[in-house]
């Protein structure tokens, strides 16, 4: 199994060299659905695929199924409403947990090693704990969610969606890889599961920016710039879990404060044994069957700095 994530491609181009490592020959199973209404805007695409895209146009078939499946239709917003209050909850819980978790990081000696047998560095680990209890408890309520979307909505009888999924199955047959572009994650999350979506471990993908988060166990999203200032990072839900023990942050640079040390080392705390990994432009990180990632991978470790296994040898 070869999966290879990329950095984001606006400004950086890897997706065609990438592809070309692989060195094979034939159609690629695209899913672009997190472009939303942009997902057939694909001639730049497609050129950075050598012209050997084969779009599953999995957005283009969720707005079929919303139309045509009046049940689903109503169901899938009576989910939106609820994972929505979910978010609001969690947020809560997360904001008052993460703001006492770094009061007690303020008590801890500077001295490192004062540090470590301070009474105040067992309070962070204790208190983490409530902050890993909190992200357990949100997947938990959300899977719940799903489950009463796939009966409320007869997901799984539903003609619509059945006709889709088989078609997605022969379309993907003799595809020679996958290419999971960026976008919206919320759709590109909710089309993975509604279709069923599984991609042969023996068939290799190249994904980027929330194409890449798609690949790994648990997704996190982040933005320590937003129009409201810093936000807390919190989990979204899980991913196909093609790529595991890692957390990927995409436009890291852009989107996280990478000065204030105390707060990634916190990040990277939190998600232990899984690695926050860094995905800004140019990164290329090609992972073969071991699922070992490859030392130019820059990874966020628990005292706040960022190092790549090249640095570090």
């Not at 303020?106 to 047998?117: G, L, N, T």
């Amino acid at each position: 199994m070869r999966t290879i994530l990329l950095g984001p491609q606006r400004f950086t181009v890897r997706a065609t060299s990438a592809l070309r490592s692989l060195d094979t020959t034939g159609p690629l199973a695209v899913v672009n659905a997190g472009w939303e209404e942009r997902e057939d805007d694909i001639a730049e695409l497609d050129a950075a695929l050598d012209h050997r895209m084969r779009g599953l146009r999995l957005y283009h078939r969720l707005t079929d199924v919303l139309t045509k499946d009046r049940e689903f239709a109503r169901a899938a917003s009576r989910f939106r409403d609820r994972h929505d209050e979910l978010t609001g909850l969690y947020r809560i819980r997360l904001d008052h947990a993460m703001t006492g978790l770094y009061a007690v990081q303020r008590q801890i000696p500077s001295h490192p090693a004062r540090a470590r047998h301070s009474a105040a560095f067992r309070a962070l680990q204790d208190a983490m704990g409530g902050v890993r209890a909190i992200d357990e408890w949100y997947l938990a309520e959300l899977e719940l969610l799903y489950q009463e979307l796939e009966v409320e909505g007869g997901v799984n009888t539903s003609e619509v969606v059945a006709w889709h999924r088989a078609e997605i199955r022969t379309l993907q047959n003799d595809c020679v890889a996958w290419v999971f572009p960026g976008g919206n994650i919320r759709t590109l999350t909710s089309v993975l599961r509604l279709f069923a979506v599984t991609v042969p471990p023996e068939v290799p993908v190249i994904a980027w920016s929330a194409g890449a988060m798609a690949m790994t166990e648990r997704i996190a999203i982040f933005h320590d710039y937003g129009p409201q200032g810093a936000r807390e990072t919190e989990l979204f839900d899980t991913g196909l879990g093609r790529v595991r023990q890692v957390v990927a942050f995409p436009h890291a640079r852009r989107r996280l404060k990478m000065d204030e040390v105390d707060r990634l080392g916190l990040l990277a705390l939190r998600f232990e044994p899984a690695e926050c990994v860094l995905l800004d432009d140019g990164m290329v990180l090609d992972i073969g069957p071991d699922g070992i990632l490859p030392a130019a991978a820059r990874r966020v470790g628990a005292d706040g700095l960022v190092r790549s296994g090249e640095e570090s040898a």
